[in-house]
């Protein structure tokens, strides 16, 4: 296997995951957790000695950043990868057998070369900042941990993250269900 293709799908895997933010509209604990679906597109810039990558792709998911499943799918609906989540253990299966992280941020560095903040990602799908750092408030959102969260269209069901450090990160989403959480 070629380190390109390897790349790919563990940035699938990624914007998948990060998209599991998502789950912060979930019902209370305690109550079955509902699927929450649509669509997801991540940007990587490219940086020195790594090409861009983009990834777009359809998502089901369930839980919240602690604990949940993922399904990512094509446009057609074929399962293209899915991931399952707990506490000190993520999970991945991209077709070629499962992998085993400690931690969805080791998973993001394994996959990027880099950890992504998802952690925060709830919150800011839920249009809140993360609790666990400081920000700044715009004009129509917030900066945390060096990413501008635009929450403009969030009633809409859009969200736009984007990092502006190198390599630049842009993560948009599109929920189906065009309700704020």
């Known amino acids: 296997m070629t380190a390109a293709p390897h790349r790919r799908r563990g940035l699938a895997l990624l914007a998948g995951l990060a998209a599991l933010g998502l789950g912060a509209c979930a019902t209370p604990p305690g109550a079955p957790a509902r699927w929450t679906s649509g669509r997801l597109a991540l940007r990587v810039d490219a940086a020195p000695g790594r090409p861009p990558q983009s990834l777009s792709a359809g998502f089901e998911l369930r839980g919240d950043d602690r604990e949940g499943e ?26 070629e057998g499962e992998r085993r992280f400690a931690s969805l ?5 394994e996959a990027l070369g880099e950890p992504l903040p998802l952690a ?3 919150d800011w799908l839920a249009g809140r900042p993360w609790r666990g750092a400081g920000h ?8 945390q941990l060096g990413w501008v969260v635009t929450l403009g269209a969030l009633a809409e069901g859009l969200l736009q993250a984007r990092r502006a450090a190198v390599p630049a990160v842009t993560l948009r989403v599109r929920l189906d269900n065009a309700a704020a959480p």
Request: glycine share 10%.
């Open 70 to 95: 993922l399904r990512l799918l094509s446009p057609l609906g074929t399962l293209l990868a899915a991931a399952r989540w707990a506490p000190g253990l993520a999970l991945l299966d991209a077709g």
């Open 105 to 109: 941020d080791a998973l993001s560095r």
């Open 136 to 143: 700044t408030a715009t004009a129509d959102g917030f900066e």
């Open 120 to 122: 925060a990602l709830p």
